[in-house]
């Protein structure tokens, strides 16, 4: 019988990811000529840690209990060109009405006309998926034809049936609204679940 080996370890193909710049308005935005994915996802569903997570990093993005805390969009260089989007967290309650319609109009416009944008996941607590804000970015990006990814946050938080049992259901439900568009994973920051089967779809979208 023939000797099975284990596979080599793979490299992080994020773990050189490190702050660029944040931007509050178009003009500060890197040339639209590189590859990004954009990170989205309601306040405190968990998106910094998942984007440390994929980049191996413990603090590439500031975790906050503080929600809103991201109000630009931050970018993050994977290499020149390449780059990873912390978009504003949604959901927040705190925030003067013109900064929502200020950053509503930012975004929409980056969505409708970003040419380096080649990827799009939402970050979705399990716990509470598929909010009307997680559908609406997705909507974006499916509109755009960009590739989508949600990522169900927080799965440490339940049991496996649970879990089987959420993702069956939002898997269905976006299913149904975008067709086979959407690709949706179980996802742990803090249990390392599902993180490179995430890492490898967004390295992917960068072409690394």
Do not use: C
């Amino acid at each position: 019988m023939a000797k099975t080996t284990n596979p080599p370890h793979q490299p992080n193909p994020l773990n050189a990811a490190r702050y660029l710049l944040s931007a509050h308005e178009a003009r500060q935005l890197p040339p639209d000529d590189g590859a990004e994915v954009a990170f989205a996802g309601r306040s405190n569903a968990g998106k910094s840690s998942a984007l440390n997570a994929l980049a191996g990093h413990n603090a590439l993005a500031r975790v906050s209990k503080t929600p809103g805390r991201t109000q630009q969009l931050v970018y993050f260089e994977v290499k020149p060109k390449q780059w990873l989007v912390d978009l504003p967290g949604y959901g927040y309650a705190k925030v003067p009405q013109e900064l929502l319609a200020h950053w509503q109009a930012f975004i929409d416009r980056y969505f409708q006309t970003r040419n380096a944008l080649k990827g799009l996941v939402v970050v979705m607590d399990i716990r509470h998926p598929l909010k009307d804000y997680d559908r609406l970015m997705l909507g974006y990006a499916v509109r755009r034809g960009i590739p989508a990814h949600a990522l169900l946050t927080k799965a440490d938080k339940l049991g496996r049936g649970q879990q089987a049992e959420t993702l069956r259901k939002v898997k269905n439900e976006l299913f149904s609204a975008f067709g086979d568009t959407v690709g949706v994973q179980a996802f742990s920051a803090e249990s390392r679940q599902g993180v490179e089967e995430a890492r490898a779809v967004v390295a992917g979208w960068l072409g690394l």
